[in-house]
């Protein structure tokens, strides 16, 4: 029985990171590529922290090209692509960390995310993949290498039992290592929670932790074991985290965890509703902003109609009148003008039922941060569109963002759903401070819904005055309605507020603010929901609600009928 410990360690990754390639072009010179992926495993959705080397000893300029691929089945039927092309000048080494967008899996998939890489240029040509072993309906996790060693086994063995599967083996936590940490929060995008001890905190790099507790600030809930008193304060921990939360735990000195408990710890402990729970089912069936857009009835008559007249003119009336007995050689120039031209009407009849572009509208939730020097938005958006006749793909989504295809309820319209035959090409490219995106985000008449969350720089906030009951916003748009509750339980609201003019705030009955703030929160999916339930119960703290505040653009020929937005976070002094 002692050998079977040996052979589950042997089968977990040695490495917190997987390099996926390494191309010795030349052994003598020590020239090659190097293609790292920073976790040990791609996440379901989200991005993939990928660091790229390359070594140029030799005397001439050398490029690159790298291709990424993640996707689901043998066939591809969900994917997502990126590219990357790099020049390393003569006797250089140039080293690159990017951000490698990953397709989501879906919960009816029945397949679990591949991702491939490959490298073609002057340094050699290769390719590897990687796949994802953790199942798309458990939380997505990362764990530190210090408490991944010695507990992955058991958590893996616990998870499959507690899952009531019984095939297969089940990962309950993707590795890292603290030192490697890249800062950039679309890095931990595509994960619930990140558990590591107190001394691996430490060891994280400012811009790194800083990114963390981005991510966090979005919903995100940050797990940190200690083998001594270690506090929030202590280990530079905000007491509020704005949609996201953290836990400090005690451990023993051999770093061992209790296996259920972990578990519970970042499901049913996390007040945040699991990512991939919400993108699988909080968009079908009532989602409440597809039912505010509402249904698009197909008109069937007129075609119908339409569809009658061509069988009259192309059978009898071309068959005995236009190309009656002794004139049928007519029938080869009359049969395709008639087809022609109720083809040419088919056409019309769309293009003045559906127009060209599309329309929709979006509801977004925005919690601004101005304290501690972050002067950041932390949003998420939902969108529901419909489209008529697209003639471009292509689109930029600027600020650079999680942005996911969710599947809707299944109807004539709807082109991404749970279904098992659901396919797409969702592509993004990075470039820059924007990403680049094409393949079937949108096509032509279909319903769509997406969502979105991005961390954006702002100065926007609501500041107090002299007066206790006088405030002013910052924000450059107008707000329609204010609820602020201060540090004593109170209840306040103001009206029609408009940017840099001092407003005064008005004592309400609780009654008079949560059902409204209530009204707003149900608008959303049930994950946003939890996120504005729990931000309006903060003392200090305001709820705003606006329908001019800007929202992040994604394809320009759809136009937004409406966009909702409900502002959260605290009251500071100017």
């Known amino acids: 029985m002692r050998i079977l410990p040996i052979l589950l360690a042997l089968l977990l990754p040695v490495s917190a990171q997987e390099t996926m390639i390494r191309e010795v072009f030349d052994p003598k010179t020590d020239t090659h590529v190097e293609v790292v992926a920073l976790f040990s495993e791609p996440s379901n959705g989200g991005f993939l922290p990928v660091r790229v080397k390359v070594a140029n000893n030799l005397q001439s300029d050398r490029s690159i090209a790298l291709s990424f691929n993640s996707h689901v089945g043998y066939d591809r039927r969900i994917q997502t692509k990126s590219d990357l092309s790099i020049t390393a000048p003569a006797g250089k080494t140039v080293t690159r960390d990017i951000m490698v967008p990953l397709c989501h899996v879906l919960k009816s998939g029945g397949h679990q995310a591949s991702f491939t890489a490959t490298l073609r240029g002057s340094l050699g040509d290769a390719e590897n993949t990687i796949r994802a072993s953790s199942a798309s309906s458990s939380a997505g996790v990362l764990m530190s290498d210090a408490l991944f060693t010695p507990n ?96 400090i735990r005690p451990i023993s000195t051999d770093l061992k965890l209790k296996p259920t408990e972990t578990i519970t710890l970042v499901s049913s402990e996390n007040p945040a509703r699991l990512r991939g729970d919400s993108l ?180 926007g906030r609501i500041e107090t005055t002299s007066s206790p009951t006088t405030f002013v916003s910052t924000f450059d748009f107008p707000i ?37 703030i209530s009204a707003e929160a149900m608008a959303f999916t049930a994950r946003n929901r939890t996120f504005l339930e729990r931000a309006s119960k903060r003392p200090g703290h305001f709820v ?26 605290p009251v500071v002094s100017p």
Request: charged share 15%.
């Open 152 to 247: 992955a086994s058991a958590l893996n063995a616990a998870l499959t039992k507690s899952s009531g599967r019984s095939y297969g083996n089940q990962t309950f936590a993707v590795k890292f290592t603290p030192g490697m940490l890249p800062d950039d929060w679309l890095a931990y995008s595509g994960y619930d929670s990140i558990i590591l001890t107190d001394t691996d905190w430490s060891d994280v790099p400012a811009g790194a932790r800083n990114a963390i507790l981005s991510w966090a600030t979005l919903g995100g809930q940050i797990v940190i074991f200690s083998t001594s008193s270690a506090t929030a304060a202590s280990l530079g921990l905000p007491e509020d985290l704005g949609f996201g939360s953290s836990l």
């Open 280 to 459: 699988n089912a909080d968009y079908q069936g009532s989602w409440p902003l597809q039912g505010t857009f509402g249904a698009k009835n197909f008109r069937y008559g007129i075609f119908i109609a339409v569809l009658i007249a061509f069988g009259i003119l192309v059978g009898p009336v071309n068959l005995f009148v236009l190309a009656k007995s002794g004139r049928r050689h007519r029938l080869f120039i009359t049969t395709p003008l008639i087809s022609l031209a109720a083809s040419l009407i088919l056409i019309a009849l769309i293009i003045f039922q559906d127009g060209f572009g599309g329309e929709g509208i979006r509801r977004v939730l925005m919690e601004v941060r101005p304290d501690s020097d972050r002067n950041a938005a932390f949003l998420h958006q939902e969108q529901f569109s419909r489209t008529g006749i697209l003639s471009n793909s292509r689109f930029d989504v600027d600020p650079p963002c999680l942005f996911t295809p969710v599947p809707i309820t299944k109807s004539r319209w709807a082109r991404f759903t749970n279904d098992y035959n659901t396919r797409g090409t969702f592509n993004l490219q990075p470039s820059g401070a924007r990403l680049l995106a094409s393949g079937d985000w949108w096509q032509s008449r279909s319903e769509y819904g997406h969502a979105l969350s991005a961390v954006v720089p702002t100065r």
């Open 544 to 569: 705003a609600i606006t329908r001019h505040a800007p929202a992040i653009d994604t394809h320009r020929a759809i136009r937004w009928k409406q966009t909702q937005t409900v502002i959260t976070g």
């Open 480 to 516: 329609g309605t204010l609820f602020y509750l201060d540090p004593s339980g109170q209840w306040h609201r103001a009206d029609s507020i408009a940017t840099g003019k001092p407003f005064t705030l008005s004592p309400v009955d609780r009654t008079m603010a949560t059902p409204a």
